[in-house]
């Protein structure tokens, strides 16, 4: 029998709030007594997330929409890149795209992207602190994270582009892909603008294969590579001509954190996407979809290819694939407002490790760069997902005033003894420092929706000593934690006996 014990925290209102009643280590004692100020169902302490005026979440409180849509447009690429992917490459093209480093996103992609899964998740991200806000707390797609799932080189160089002019996006065209000048001219003012059309890549990559130009066909190749998935933008068929300056030397692309880059660029379009005028998302979602499924195993429909256990070094992305899912993005957002730490699985790729050990420069904390855009990477706002006790973070990062980062990233280690100096191993999955509740129902918005009662009342907020580490096991607890929800069970009474039983039982497994 379960022998450990049900700790049921502060009882939070109908707006998903805890009250507070102690101070966390960064409050002031004029904080603790001063009235709730702030958002309806959004925070009451607004210094944490400035920008939540313009956020999706204050507005779907209300129930205001972005449009008829609820959903966002999503850029996926899976079908055409099917079709694109040769089953092999010819050995002089295959040495340099094994090389690059880029070579697992052949096969990365989800042919189809669950829009509305996508969406609900979005809707919680918060580019002030490159994190998802759960009812729990927040988390975020990590450095590991990026490595496991597609097996991209994390350690490398940020990328410093230089101006990129039309003229120069056709000299570029000219020199690297092998076009020439008038068709380069003709097809960049087409685009009306610095980019080159995905499906004009991958022509001249068919070109220059049959002519075995190795070179320009390993060039266009990689282009539409990284345009169909970590660099795809909003317009859905172009990629950035700029970014052809990447593969000028194919002996020395290698050298880039592709992982930093795929991460900015998703951080970048979350961002965009979290505000409410915001109705699209670019980056690359099957990024995002497979962590979702990675992390929330009761949540959304998917397919499954293969069991970890059987799995012979593929990145875990292509353990997924696509099913069709029934719900839709206003059904799922009570559903992630009701979970909890134990419907979670903190650190997913334990079983992984074979084929991706863990890189400490994962635990850096500080601003990612990649071209122009900075965005900060805060690790010290999901260390549950690293097996470490969660504290109140230090307020986030201003990266518009940084100016070391390539230095910064560097010498990563000072970052990572700061961040995990000041915490201690979890003894369970999702342990939190006291006092991180209290502050963070004061910063952030547990729930979306507000209760579909006529009168608030209080909701039980459960924290588990341990969860589940099975996905069957954690959508069995989830399904009875639900129920006694549902009927107001208190686990004193004894008609509710054997099902509090059997959800210790659960958390057991």
Not at 64 to 90: C, D, F, I, N, W
Not at 189 to 208: A, N, Q
Not at 368 to 383: A, S
Not at 434 to 457: C, I, K, N, Q, T
Request: glycine fraction near 6%; charge should be negative.
């Amino acid at each position: 029998m379960y022998t450990g014990t049900l700790k049921m925290v502060r009882r939070r209102g109908a707006d998903g709030r805890i009250p507070v009643r102690t101070l966390d280590r960064g409050a002031s004692s004029s904080a603790a007594v001063a009235e709730p100020t702030g958002y309806p169902g959004g925070p009451y302490d607004t210094s944490l997330l400035v920008k939540y005026e313009h956020h999706v979440a204050r507005h779907i409180w209300f129930g205001e929409e972005r449009g008829p849509k609820k959903e966002l447009k999503v850029a996926g690429h899976g079908l055409k890149l099917t079709s694109r992917v040769p089953l092999a490459l010819p050995p002089q093209m295959e040495s340099w795209v094994s090389r690059s480093g880029l070579a697992s996103l052949q096969r990365t992609s989800l042919n189809k992207i669950d829009t509305n899964l996508v969406s609900a998740f979005v809707e919680r991200w918060h580019l002030e602190t490159s994190s998802f806000h759960m009812p729990f707390g927040e988390m975020s797609i990590t450095l590991d994270d990026v490595a496991c799932l597609l097996h991209l080189p994390i350690r490398g160089i940020f990328w410093s582009p230089q101006d990129v002019t039309e003229e120069l996006a056709v000299e570029l065209a000219v020199d690297y892909l092998g076009v020439s000048q008038g068709q380069a001219q003709s097809h960049v003012r087409s685009c009306r603008g610095l980019y080159y059309k995905l499906e004009w890549l991958y022509d001249i990559f068919v070109h220059h294969r049959a002519a075995s130009s190795w070179a320009y066909a390993t060039r266009a190749y990689l282009l539409m590579l990284v345009g169909s998935t970590i660099f795809a933008d909003k317009t859905f068929t172009l990629v950035e001509a700029r970014y052809l300056l990447l593969f000028r030397d194919l002996d020395g692309c290698s050298g880039y954190s592709w992982g930093a880059a795929a991460l900015v660029t998703l951080y970048r379009y979350l961002g965009d996407a979290s505000m409410y005028s915001c109705k699209q998302l670019g980056g690359y979602p099957t990024l995002l979809q497979c962590w979702i499924h990675e992390y929330f195993p009761t949540v959304g429909k998917r397919g499954e290819n293969w069991n970890p256990a059987g799995n012979c070094g593929l990145p875990r992305a292509m353990r997924w694939s696509y099913r069709q899912g029934v719900l839709k993005v206003d059904d799922l957002r009570p559903i992630l407002d009701e979970l909890t730490p134990t419907d979670v699985i903190w650190r997913p790729f334990e079983d992984h490790r074979a084929w991706r050990v863990f890189d400490e420069i994962c635990l850096y904390r500080g601003c990612l760069k990649w071209g122009e855009t900075v965005v900060p990477y805060l690790l010290d706002r999901c260390l549950r997902q690293f097996g470490y006790r969660q504290y109140v973070p230090s307020p986030p990062l201003d990266c518009m005033m940084a100016t070391d980062i390539d230095v910064d990233w560097i010498s990563y280690h000072q970052s990572v003894v700061a961040v995990i100096g000041s915490s201690t191993v979890a003894t369970t999955p999702s342990e939190v420092e006291d006092g991180y509740l209290e502050w963070y129902y004061r910063v952030s918005h547990p729930r979306l929706v507000p209760p579909h009662r006529d009168a608030p009342r209080d909701v039980p907020v459960p924290v588990y000593d341990a969860g589940p580490s099975d996905p069957d096991w954690a959508r069995v607890s989830t399904l009875i934690r639900r129920y006694l929800r549902q009927v107001n069970a208190e686990e004193e009474d004894p008609q509710f006996s054997d099902l509090f039983e059997a959800l210790h039982i659960s958390h057991s497994h």
